[in-house]
């Protein structure tokens, strides 16, 4: 995969087709490797970017040194952005997601479109008065957090995979694939920081001009249904759709549903 450096950062992606620029963000845990379906679905039309995030992949790892921040993941995709021209689609999944959300902010009418796949800006739970979900979001930072510090990444990847994936996944997860799935969490210690000391109010969000798609599906945790909820009564010109099965990480498990989705947004703004 290339890598661009810019400055002391080393920003891994891949970067496929030619046409309009799609920057797909991955979730946590994942790396860009999730997106290997979309990229396929969307390559006949679109140069297709999958960034990857600090800690993941050759990305410069979080130093760790201060709390990150949505704007320092921002940073990555602005930086990678130079590379290509207008306008701008962005795809982002969870924590992809919100670091979505901050880069269409800071490039402001660059960006073409976004589609928001089950994102996770957890603090606006806080702000709106959401307090059943943002305890339940805050008690899983706690537990990462907790047992992170410890070095016990095979206690936290139990309770992250059975909140993210179902309850009982982690122990129907084969072996190899547990301890690959603990190895690729340390990144998320930080993560925490950035989704929930994010300070941005809802009425700064709604200001987005570029046209915008959230999809969700509707059995997901409490957590992110409170977060559409949050977005779908604040911003009613945003586009929303459900889907009835694959829960949060339906974006990897179920990408026969939701890459159509995709494609057919962006292909309604390119038209």
Not at 99 to 126: C, D, H, I, Q, T
């Amino acid at each position: 995969m290339p890598v661009v450096s810019k400055g002391n950062l080393q920003i891994d992606h891949t970067d496929d087709g030619q046409g309009q620029a799609v920057f797909l963000i991955h979730s946590s845990v994942s790396a860009n490797r999730q997106w290997r379906a979309l990229t396929e679905a969307l390559t006949d039309r679109y140069r297709v970017l999958a960034i990857n995030l600090f800690g993941y992949g050759e990305t410069t790892p979080w130093p760790g040194t201060s709390p990150q921040s949505l704007y320092a993941q921002a940073r990555l995709v602005l930086a990678l952005s130079e590379e290509v021209g207008n306008p701008i689609h962005l795809v982002g999944h969870s924590f992809g997601g919100s670091v979505e959300l901050k880069s269409a902010m800071l490039l402001g009418p660059r960006v073409g479109s976004l589609v928001l796949l089950e994102p996770n800006p957890f603090y606006l739970l806080k702000q709106n008065g959401r307090t059943q979900a943002f305890l339940e979001s805050r008690d899983l930072r706690d537990h990462v957090k907790c047992f992170g510090s410890l070095g016990d990444w095979p206690k936290v990847a139990e309770r992250f995979a059975d909140y993210w994936l179902g309850d009982g996944s982690w122990s129907r997860m084969p072996e190899k694939r547990r301890s690959a799935f603990a190895e690729s969490l340390p990144p998320n210690f930080h993560e925490w920081d950035a989704v929930m000391e994010e300070e941005t109010p809802i009425e700064e969000w709604k200001t987005l001009t570029a046209r915008t798609l959230v999809v969700s599906d509707k059995a997901t945790r409490l957590p992110i249904r409170e977060i559409v909820d949050i977005f779908a009564k604040a911003c009613p010109h945003w586009s929303f759709r459900t889907i009835a099965e694959g829960g949060h990480m339906a974006t990897l498990t179920r990408p026969e549903l939701v890459n159509p989705i995709v494609r057919e947004f962006l292909d309604a703004g390119c038209a």
